[in-house]
């Protein structure tokens, strides 16, 4: 069975720490991996990483994909109290029926 | 603001009653997706509709049924509720086609259902 995995599942820091989230996948025919951001209703697409695009940067918010690991960490430095949210990863198979399957998410609180 | 609506934002209503939760996607948007999002199990993938007809299901119980209509609103209904049923429930679209593997979703504000 398909599945995604993210770790850890919580994290505090406090403003200026540098984080780094992971998420691990097992998937049938990877097709493309997503980063989100929760903070309180709707996910906000942050990063999305294929075969051919495995590493994304914007602003101090960095992803890299590691295809032979099945992983991607998702970095962000200078962390402030704005960045606190639920970090989500999910994962898109190449099965063809457009599945995206997500992680239970990273909860991280920023501390002023 | 991603340009996907959802209605109502909250619900409640009681165990046994059936609610209709209503979607509209991002103007183009071909695809809608619906998404559960409870405290312990996280995002969890219903059903898929493209261009009115069904796509792909996930974990989505028999009590429950979705449509996608010409206009490409989609309805998710939820028939006789439980207290379990209670949930944040997402709708998100794609341009995502046939042929088109990499695009990203835009998730709608959710609703929110409380069955008491």
């Known amino acids: 069975e398909d599945k995604v995995v993210q770790s850890p599942l919580s994290l505090v820091v406090h403003e200026g720490d540098t984080v780094t989230l992971n998420c691990s996948y097992e998937v049938t025919n990877f097709r493309s991996l997503l980063w989100y951001k929760q903070e309180k209703k709707a996910p906000t697409f942050l990063f999305m990483l294929?075969?051919?695009?495995i590493e994304k940067k914007s602003g101090r918010l960095s992803s890299i994909l590691d295809k032979k690991e099945l992983s991607s960490i998702l970095n962000i430095t200078a962390t402030q109290t704005g960045d606190s949210a639920i970090y989500l990863c999910?994962?898109?198979?190449?099965?063809?029926?457009?599945?995206?399957?997500f992680g239970t998410g990273t909860r991280l609180k920023v501390l002023a | 603001d991603s340009g996907v609506t959802q209605t109502p934002k909250h619900l409640i209503t009681a165990t046994g009653q059936r609610v209709t939760l209503r979607c509209s996607p991002r103007?183009?948007?071909?695809?809608v997706y619906w998404y559960q999002q409870s405290l312990d199990q996280g995002l969890q993938f219903l059903i898929q509709y493209y261009n009115g007809e069904e796509r792909a299901k996930g974990n989505i119980l028999e009590r429950f049924s979705a449509q996608q209509f010409p206009d490409l609103h989609s309805e998710l209904n939820l028939s006789s509720l439980e207290l379990g049923d209670s949930a944040l429930y997402f709708c998100?679209?794609?341009?995502?086609?046939?042929?088109?593997?990499?695009?990203?979703?835009?998730f709608g504000p959710g609703t929110r259902l409380t069955v008491l």
């Open positions: 294929t075969s051919s695009g």
């Open positions: 999910a994962v898109l198979p190449a099965s063809g029926t457009y599945k995206y399957i």
């Open positions: 998100a679209s794609s341009p995502l086609g046939l042929a088109d593997f990499y695009n990203e979703q835009f």
């Open positions: 103007s183009g948007d071909l695809s």
